[in-house]
């Protein structure tokens, strides 16, 4: 279970950085989903620890907050370019959300079971 949900959302991830090249802003979203990508595959090849990816979901749980605009219009799916800055932020925080949903994912899935 583990290494299936690591690997699909390793390559996602890996997909939403290479869709970032057209941004306005690639600098700071390719690292965001690249690193995200990274503990990932880390989480695939067993060398991160629960709370490495406890500290990843805290660290995007307050990027998406801090990126989340002050009037919120939408994420307008059905429309691929950029009709206010409010959506193309709602989006950015989404992404970020998604990020920290799948870091506390493989957090609960590589902690081990406490022996009694």
Known sequence: ??????IIF??????????QYNDPDPEVWI???????VAC????????KWWFFVA????????AV????????GFLFSEVGMRSLNIEMAREAGGLAI???????????TRRPIRA
Request: hydrophobic letters at 70%; glycine letters at 6%.
């Open 66 to 73: 801090y990126q989340w605009p002050p009037v919120f219009e």
């Open 99 to 109: 990020c920290a949903v799948v870091m506390a994912v493989l957090a609960v899935l």
């Open 10 to 19: 390793g390559l996602l991830f890996v997909l939403f950085a290479v869709f």
């Open 31 to 37: 690292p965001i989903y690249g690193f995200a990508a």
């Open 1 to 6: 279970m583990k290494k299936t949900f690591a």
């Open 56 to 63: 990843m979901a805290v660290l995007y749980i307050v990027a």
């Open 41 to 48: 595959f880390m989480a695939y090849f067993g060398v991160g």
